[in-house]
Every structure is written in structure tokens, then in C-alpha cells.
């Protein structure tokens, strides 16, 4: 009885979950992100000293112009700018301060539809979400070097593949500074620093590189997934989180890798030299009430003597996690491990060979919903003959169902002597009862891995199926609740319950006849509403999940069906 009832208490809570996901999850989320924006509101142009970019945490922060958020058009239209043209990138330079501060994704909408608009990845300071990327120079104290304010001179109009942009600036005391802009047709920015002395006095510098976000953004929420700072320190990746950056790292020494700051689909990433040893800070800093997050780099000094030049070459990657985009820079510019700056996860061995078979089948057959569809069927033959064992388990499990009721019967509730009869029974018949748990276990990792790759992986984005999916990505649209969109009616979230997570509760339901029941009848009915429950749950998740789960059960009862058929088995 107390198995019985931990078992029904255990369902209960994951019955309240569910229901209680719009409550206690979701409107507590919607509520947050609204605090979040007002808090963005009040957001000023305070920020770490670019001139000092190894400023400690909670030193004050430097005034760089007006307060208050604008509109991002009108703050753009106001600046002094030269456009950045690619074919992936839309945006600008600030002539101010020389920044990278305005870049959307010209092949990436923020809905299927590709009259949407383009996503927006960086944001000038006066938005209500300023995200930059900035090179610069750290000089001696005294000596004038490039800031937030410098108004820069450009030689040459927009910013395209093979057409780069150089600014300078002269200090008036002997030193030229120039800022050399190229970029790629895709996401890589390569950034030349160069100084040079025309004075008749040695200078000290070093070069510097930052990226800055402001505001906490609305992160997945999914612990198989990291948002938020990561790198590549001496070849090992690290990552931290909002919250691991509130708590400021200590600084890291590394000679080359990769830092900045990922979301799910989209990386800024800071890339310095990869032969030169550089100093790297993850700061955390928080300015009337709202939050400053910033991953830099600084480089050692160097003498400057009169008459030389000095040059730094800085890259920087801004763009979509393509993981085959991002293989082919870092064999190309000998980044270590940059394509995990897509989140494998644990088991990298089996999601990075999951992915690039997907990616291959979904360009093969021109849908990528048609290839998770072969690529299960792949993996269903992989695992044939493991779950034949598991399968033909519970064929023996479920022909042994009445002898096992008759037992049951005569020792009623002598449960030692019940025990002891069954294994005899188990031995008379050469049946195994934990015959089919070892398949499911190694199973795991996999299906593990390949829900992994489904889920943080930008291929799938807006990608279309078939009918009324036309992003992969995203929840099943429709609901029963108003009969598929016959009714109209918008539910609430917790009631979207679209067709894909009804099939999958079907198959989940015929997988349950298929098995073995439980011997104890109170489970045999709380096991039932399980399929229930997941109906729910799996709604909530992006449809090409659901449709791999539905399409894997789907084969897993065509499978055991046809072994219990040859080993007449009896279909309850």
C-alpha cells in the first residue's frame, strides 16, 4: 500500500505541474520579462571605462551621453554611420566611437514568414537593449587614445566583402591611429589596429576588445541549454551563465581561443591573435538598476619608438551558430574548438555525428522534418536487434500474465511467498524479467542525444514540414480546444494541445497494450493517465521533438507487434 500511494502521490504532482505550468511558470515569466523591460527603460548610458577596460568590479562607471532608451530606428538615423552590406548582414559602423553596434541578419526573420523582420543581433547605446562589439587602445595615463566619444574619419563608403573600411584619428601628440574594418560573406569581422608614431617620444599601448550587453535577456530556460558567456581558455571550453557572471569570474590568462557572449541560435564572439597571450575578464556590473554584462580581452603593452607602426589584427564573429560554418573557420583560422560554441552538451560523441547526418538528410530530401523522419529509422535499425531482446522480453512477460494472475490469486497477500513462486515460475520458463530494461538503459544516451541536437540547433529553426508546421522549432499551432481552429478562440498555453502531441499520446497509449501490465491493478489505472500527462507536456515543446517521439513509438509498435504475433502472443 505505501508503494501504491507514493506511486498515485508522485503522478498527483506531475498532474500539477502540468496544470500549474501557466501559473506558476509561464505568467511568472511573461511578468518578469516586463520588469525586465521597465528596468531597461531606466537604463543609462553608464557603463565600464573603455579606457580602462581592466576596471575592478563596482568601480564607478563613466558617463558616455544622455539617459533614458529611444527607439532603435531613431537612435540609428541620428548617429554618424557607414552601412554594412553582406549578403548575411545588415547594419552600420558608428563613426562615434567606432563601434559595432548595429547588425541584424539578413537571412534570419523573427517569424516563418520572410516579410518579417530581420533579427536583430546588435543594439546602439540609447536602445532599450544596447549590445556592441569595440576595439580600442589602453595607453599610459595622460596620453590621448581613441574612447567612447572619438569622432573618427572614414576613408570609404559601405562596409562589403572586399571593399573594407579604414578610420583614423590623430591624437595631436605625435600619434596616428587607424582602424582597419574588413569583413567576409558571412559573419566574420577582421579588425586591424594600427598605430603610428610620428612624434619623437616612445609610446606604451595595448590593444583591447569588448563585448557589451545590457539588460538581463530572455533566456530558453532549459537546462540542456547555456545562454550567457562562453570561451575557448588554452584549448578547454568554459561557460557561465547570467547568474556565474553576477558572481565575476576571476580573470583568465589565455593564449588565443575565443570568448563572448551566446544565445540560443546567435554568437558574438571576440577572437584575438591566436599566437598572442591575452588577459580575459567576464564582468558583471549593475548601474541604476539594470544589469551590464561584458566579456573582454586585453593584450600586453608594446613600445611604440618614433617612426614605427605597430599592428594588431582582432577578429570578430557575429552571426548564426552554423555549426558547419563555424567548422569551416576554425580549420581555416586555427580557432580552437569553435564549433562548440553550438551547445552539444555531454554527450558531444553521438550530437555531433546525429547532427551532421540530419544536415545531410535534410538537403538530401530538401525538408528537414522529412529527415529526423529517415534518420529515426536509422537509428530504429541501429537498435534492431537490442530492442528484438527487449521486445521478445515482454512478448514472454505478457504470455505469462495468467499464470502469474493465478499465483496471485492463491498467495494473496503472502508477498515472500509470492516472490519465491514467481522466480520459480521465471526459471520453469527461461524468462527474464529484466531482460528488457539493459536495451532501454543503452538507449538513452541516444535518444538523448538526438533530442539534444533538435533542440539547439538552428537548422531546425523555421524550418517547414509538411501542412500547418511551418516551423520545427516552435509548438504545434493548433489545439483541440477549439476543434483545430474551427472555434474562434485563442486558448491559454497550457490548453494548446495540437495534433502532433495527441499522436504522440496515441502511440504512447498503444505502447502501454502492447506491454506487460502492471500485476497491481491501482498502478495498471494510474499508468494509464500517463500517457495523459505527456500529451500535455510534450505540447509545450518544439514540434519537431514531438514528431520524432511520435514517429520513433510508431515504429517501436509496429516492431513489438510483429514479435508478439510470431511468438503468439495474445493482442490486449
Avoid at 50 to 72: C, F, H, I, N, S
Avoid at 298 to 309: D, F, H, I, K, N
Avoid at 374 to 382: A, S
Avoid at 501 to 507: A, D, I, Q, R, S
Wanted: glycine letters at 8%.
Amino acid at each position: 500500500m505505501t508503494d501504491q500511494k507514493n506511486l498515485i502521490l508522485a503522478i498527483l504532482l506531475s498532474v500539477a505541474i502540468v496544470f500549474g505550468f501557466h501559473f506558476l511558470y509561464e505568467k511568472p515569466r511573461q511578468e518578469a520579462r516586463q520588469a525586465e523591460l521597465a528596468r531597461q527603460k531606466a537604463l543609462t548610458e553608464e557603463t565600464v571605462d573603455v579606457t580602462q577596460p581592466r576596471l575592478t568590479p563596482g568601480a564607478a562607471p563613466v558617463t558616455e551621453g544622455p539617459t533614458g532608451p529611444r527607439d532603435r530606428a531613431e537612435v540609428i538615423a541620428a548617429g554618424n554611420r557607414i552601412p554594412i552590406s553582406t549578403p548575411q548582414l545588415h547594419g552600420s559602423i558608428n563613426l562615434i566611437g567606432g563601434r559595432i553596434d548595429d547588425l541584424s541578419l539578413a537571412n534570419y526573420h523573427v517569424t516563418p514568414d520572410e516579410d518579417s523582420p530581420e533579427v536583430v543581433l546588435l543594439s546602439p547605446v540609447g536602445t532599450p537593449s544596447p549590445y556592441f562589439a569595440e576595439f580600442g587602445w589602453v595607453g599610459t595615463e595622460g596620453m590621448p587614445v581613441p574612447g567612447p566619444e572619438t569622432r573618427w574619419t572614414a576613408d570609404g563608403g559601405t562596409l562589403t566583402p572586399g571593399d573594407p573600411l579604414v578610420l583614423s584619428w590623430d591624437n595631436g601628440q605625435g600619434l596616428v591611429f587607424e582602424r582597419v574594418f574588413a569583413v567576409d560573406e558571412n559573419f566574420m569581422f577582421t579588425v586591424n589596429q594600427r598605430v603610428r608614431n610620428t612624434g619623437d617620444a616612445p609610446a606604451a599601448l595595448s590593444t583591447y576588445g569588448r563585448i557589451q550587453r545590457r539588460g538581463t535577456p530572455e533566456t530558453s530556460g532549459f537546462f540542456i541549454l547555456h545562454e550567457g558567456a562562453v570561451g575557448v581558455f588554452d584549448g578547454v571550453l568554459q561557460e557561465f551563465d547570467y547568474e556565474d557572471m553576477q558572481d565575476t569570474p576571476d580573470p583568465l590568462k589565455t593564449t588565443g581561443g575565443w570568448f563572448g557572449i551566446t544565445d540560443k541560435y546567435w554568437l558574438v564572439s571576440l577572437i584575438p591573435d591566436q599566437s598572442q597571450t591575452v588577459d580575459v575578464r567576464v564582468v558583471h556590473q549593475n548601474a541604476t538598476g539594470a544589469d551590464i554584462y561584458q566579456v573582454d580581452y586585453r593584450t600586453e603593452a608594446a613600445t611604440l619608438a618614433p617612426g614605427q607602426t605597430v599592428d594588431t589584427t582582432h577578429r570578430l564573429f557575429a552571426g548564426a551558430k552554423k555549426a558547419d560554418l563555424l567548422d569551416e573557420y576554425g580549420d581555416a583560422l586555427n580557432i580552437p574548438r569553435f564549433n562548440y560554441a553550438v551547445d552539444w552538451g555531454w554527450f558531444f560523441f553521438l550530437t555531433i555525428p546525429f547532427f551532421h547526418a540530419l544536415h545531410f538528410l535534410g538537403g538530401l530530401f530538401g525538408n528537414f522534418g522529412v529527415a529526423i523522419l529517415v534518420f529515426t529509422i536509422f537509428l530504429r535499425l541501429l537498435f534492431f536487434p537490442l530492442a528484438n531482446k527487449q521486445y521478445e522480453s515482454f512478448a514472454k512477460m505478457k504470455k505469462l500474465q495468467p499464470k502469474m494472475e493465478e499465483l496471485r490469486k492463491r498467495f494473496g497477500e503472502d508477498r515472500q511467498q509470492l516472490s519465491l513462486k514467481m522466480m520459480e515460475l521465471y526459471k520453469t520458463e527461461k524468462v527474464n524479467p529484466l531482460a528488457g530494461c539493459l536495451p532501454i538503459l543503452l538507449q538513452i544516451p541516444v535518444f538523448f542525444a538526438l533530442y539534444k541536437v533538435l533542440f539547439v540547433t538552428i537548422e531546425m529553426r523555421h524550418a517547414p514540414f509538411f501542412g500547418w508546421i511551418d516551423d520545427l522549432s516552435a509548438p504545434d499551432p493548433t489545439t483541440i480546444f477549439n476543434l483545430f481552429g474551427l472555434i474562434p478562440w485563442d486558448p491559454p498555453s497550457m490548453l494548446m494541445i495540437g495534433v502532433w502531441p495527441l499522436l504522440m499520446g496515441v502511440t504512447m497509449f498503444l505502447q502501454q497494450k502492447l506491454s506487460p501490465s502492471n500485476p497491481d491493478p491501482v498502478q495498471q489505472k494510474v499508468f494509464l493517465v500517463l500517457p495523459f500527462v505527456f500529451t500535455f507536456m510534450m505540447a509545450a515543446f518544439p514540434v519537431g521533438l514531438v514528431i520524432y517521439w511520435t514517429w520513433s513509438n510508431t515504429l517501436a509498435i509496429l516492431q513489438q507487434w510483429l514479435i508478439m504475433r510470431r511468438m503468439g502472443v495474445k493482442m490486449t
